[in-house]
């Protein structure tokens, strides 16, 4: 008897996951179907319509040679090399340029995005999973990783004005006097020479905005700053301790591996991007998101969260909707003078963090 339960347990658990992994494979399906569907619409010769017929619906992977990571993001986002998809919209877009000088074969892209390279999902790809929220880099937190490879000589400083930023927001607040930062510095807190590796861009700026919050019984001050200044400290602290080999030594390696796998796009002249990214969607949970998204390090609901913010457990009885797209569009709009972070959302993440808060009355 007891045997018969546990095998249709098992039976059951498979069946359930077969369900789930379906599911989940839909959404990277969908966008390679899209993709090769408006490829194949737009063919303009024989060789365009083979290629476009004959791609099969499968698990893209890169494996980036300067590191040996191994990176699934061109599964969903096939179009990042299609000059047709200029205008594209995620995940079917070309990238800019930057990956003209830093090409996907060898340095993947999660060096300069952060992310989850294995991932085949969306919101666990982006880092948005929940368990421990770590959102990719957007904006001048990409700033970071520049800095990181090139230092500061080889790049415009405009390139890289963040970093530099917040490295003289940290000797104009004496942060010194406590740290010790590469070897000189103060004792009452901790050494910060390799922060960059133990603490995401989430966390420092969570706790420089309110140590207190983060740390239970932290003596570290509240300094008066902006949102802006947080944002410039927590992005050149992420730069401490990274040890990225030099560029030079990345070229010199470069030269002798042989090139890995390739994504061939149609030619640029027949794609039109702007209608590419039909009826394939994500679609988010609000209620995850609000966890995955890093809400949940600054704010509460109900007894669950951060307190760097307020707590958001009846927000919806104080604000619309229409008043909770555009704080999450921009706080800086919202509360000038106020520390909640621009996050970049995107607007379907917006959409599903609205309809998600203002359920909480
Ligand atoms: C399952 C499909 C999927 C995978 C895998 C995936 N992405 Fe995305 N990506 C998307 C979608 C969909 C969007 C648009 C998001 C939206 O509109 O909310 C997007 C948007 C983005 C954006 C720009 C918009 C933003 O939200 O900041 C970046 C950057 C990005 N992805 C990087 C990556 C990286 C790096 C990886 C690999 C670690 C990756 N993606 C893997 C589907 C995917
Ligand atoms: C050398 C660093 C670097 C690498 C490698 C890189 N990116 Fe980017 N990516 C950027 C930067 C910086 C931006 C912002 C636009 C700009 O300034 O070029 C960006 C923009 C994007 C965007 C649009 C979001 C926006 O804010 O405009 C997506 C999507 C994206 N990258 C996905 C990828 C994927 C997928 C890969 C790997 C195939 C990749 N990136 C590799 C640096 C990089
Ligand atoms: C993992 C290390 C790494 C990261 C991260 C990185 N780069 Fe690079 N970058 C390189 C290397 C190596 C080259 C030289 C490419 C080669 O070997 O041909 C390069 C080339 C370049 C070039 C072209 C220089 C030339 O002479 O052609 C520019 C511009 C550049 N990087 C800017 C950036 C920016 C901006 C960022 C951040 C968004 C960035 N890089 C991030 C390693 C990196
Ligand atoms: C009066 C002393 C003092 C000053 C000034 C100070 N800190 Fe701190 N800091 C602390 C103490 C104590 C801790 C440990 C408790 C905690 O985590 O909050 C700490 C912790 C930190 C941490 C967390 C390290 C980790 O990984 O746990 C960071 C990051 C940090 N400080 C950054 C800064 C920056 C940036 C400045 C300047 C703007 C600064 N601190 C100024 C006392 C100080
Ligand atoms: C680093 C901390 C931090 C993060 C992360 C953060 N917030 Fe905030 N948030 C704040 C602070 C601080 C305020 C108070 C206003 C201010 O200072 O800008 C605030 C204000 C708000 C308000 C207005 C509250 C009120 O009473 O009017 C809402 C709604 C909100 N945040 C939602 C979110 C959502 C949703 C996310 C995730 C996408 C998020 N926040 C992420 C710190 C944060």
Same mark, same amino acid.
């Given at each position: #008897? =007891?045997?018969?339960?546990?095998?249709?347990?098992?039976?059951?658990?498979l069946a359930i996951g077969w369900v789930m992994r379906d599911a989940l494979r839909q959404e990277w399906t969908a966008y390679q179907a899209t993709y090769y569907r408006a490829a194949l619409l737009r063919a303009a010769n024989e060789p365009q319509r083979e290629w476009a017929e004959s791609q099969r619906r499968e698990?893209?992977?890169?494996?980036?040679?300067?590191?040996?990571?191994? =990176?699934?993001?061109?599964?969903?986002?096939?179009?990042?090399?299609n000059p047709a998809f200029r205008k594209g919209t995620e995940p079917?877009? =070309?990238?800019?340029?930057?990956?003209?000088?830093?090409?996907?074969?060898?340095?993947g892209c999660i060096v300069c995005h952060g992310g989850d390279g294995r991932a085949v999902t969306t919101v666990e790809a982006h880092g948005e999973s929940g368990v421990r929220p770590e959102p990719l880099l957007r904006g001048a937190y990409?700033?970071?990783?520049?800095?990181?490879?090139?230092?500061a000589e080889a790049l415009a400083p405009q390139v890289i004005a963040s970093v530099l930023h917040g490295k003289q927001l940290v000797n104009r607040y004496m942060c010194n006097g406590c740290h010790q930062i590469e070897g000189t510095g103060g004792e009452e807190g901790p050494d910060l020479s390799t922060v960059g590796t133990q603490r995401s861009w989430l966390w420092l700026y969570a706790h420089l905005a309110r140590p207190q919050a983060v740390t239970v019984g932290s003596t570290m001050p509240v300094f008066a700053m902006s949102r802006d200044q947080i944002r410039d400290i927590a992005i050149y602290l992420m730069t401490l301790g990274k040890t990225s080999p030099s560029p030079v030594a990345i070229s010199a390696r470069a030269r002798s591996a042989e090139d890995a796998q390739t994504t061939e796009g149609p030619g640029a002249e027949s794609l039109d991007g702007g209608e590419a990214a039909g009826p394939a969607e994500v679609t988010y949970d609000g209620g995850a998101l609000f966890y995955g998204a890093g809400c949940a390090v600054c704010h509460s609901v109900g007894r669950r969260g951060g307190q760097v913010g307020p707590a958001l457990t009846h927000i919806g009885r104080k604000r619309s909707a229409r008043?909770? &797209?555009?704080?999450?569009?921009?706080?800086? &709009?919202?509360?000038?003078?106020? &520390? #909640?972070?621009q996050l970049s959302l995107s607007k379907r993440q917006i959409e599903a963090l609205t309809a998600y808060l203002t359920t909480l009355q």
């Amino acid at each position: #008897m =007891e045997r018969w339960v546990a095998i249709s347990g098992i039976v059951l658990t498979l069946a359930i996951g077969w369900v789930m992994r379906d599911a989940l494979r839909q959404e990277w399906t969908a966008y390679q179907a899209t993709y090769y569907r408006a490829a194949l619409l737009r063919a303009a010769n024989e060789p365009q319509r083979e290629w476009a017929e004959s791609q099969r619906r499968e698990v893209k992977q890169i494996i980036a040679s300067e590191f040996d990571t191994v =990176e699934r993001c061109v599964t969903c986002h096939t179009a990042i090399d299609n000059p047709a998809f200029r205008k594209g919209t995620e995940p079917l877009r =070309e990238h800019s340029d930057l990956i003209q000088s830093h090409p996907p074969q060898r340095f993947g892209c999660i060096v300069c995005h952060g992310g989850d390279g294995r991932a085949v999902t969306t919101v666990e790809a982006h880092g948005e999973s929940g368990v421990r929220p770590e959102p990719l880099l957007r904006g001048a937190y990409l700033q970071a990783p520049c800095y990181d490879c090139h230092g500061a000589e080889a790049l415009a400083p405009q390139v890289i004005a963040s970093v530099l930023h917040g490295k003289q927001l940290v000797n104009r607040y004496m942060c010194n006097g406590c740290h010790q930062i590469e070897g000189t510095g103060g004792e009452e807190g901790p050494d910060l020479s390799t922060v960059g590796t133990q603490r995401s861009w989430l966390w420092l700026y969570a706790h420089l905005a309110r140590p207190q919050a983060v740390t239970v019984g932290s003596t570290m001050p509240v300094f008066a700053m902006s949102r802006d200044q947080i944002r410039d400290i927590a992005i050149y602290l992420m730069t401490l301790g990274k040890t990225s080999p030099s560029p030079v030594a990345i070229s010199a390696r470069a030269r002798s591996a042989e090139d890995a796998q390739t994504t061939e796009g149609p030619g640029a002249e027949s794609l039109d991007g702007g209608e590419a990214a039909g009826p394939a969607e994500v679609t988010y949970d609000g209620g995850a998101l609000f966890y995955g998204a890093g809400c949940a390090v600054c704010h509460s609901v109900g007894r669950r969260g951060g307190q760097v913010g307020p707590a958001l457990t009846h927000i919806g009885r104080k604000r619309s909707a229409r008043d909770l &797209k555009r704080l999450l569009g921009d706080p800086g &709009k919202d509360t000038p003078d106020g &520390k #909640m972070p621009q996050l970049s959302l995107s607007k379907r993440q917006i959409e599903a963090l609205t309809a998600y808060l203002t359920t909480l009355q």
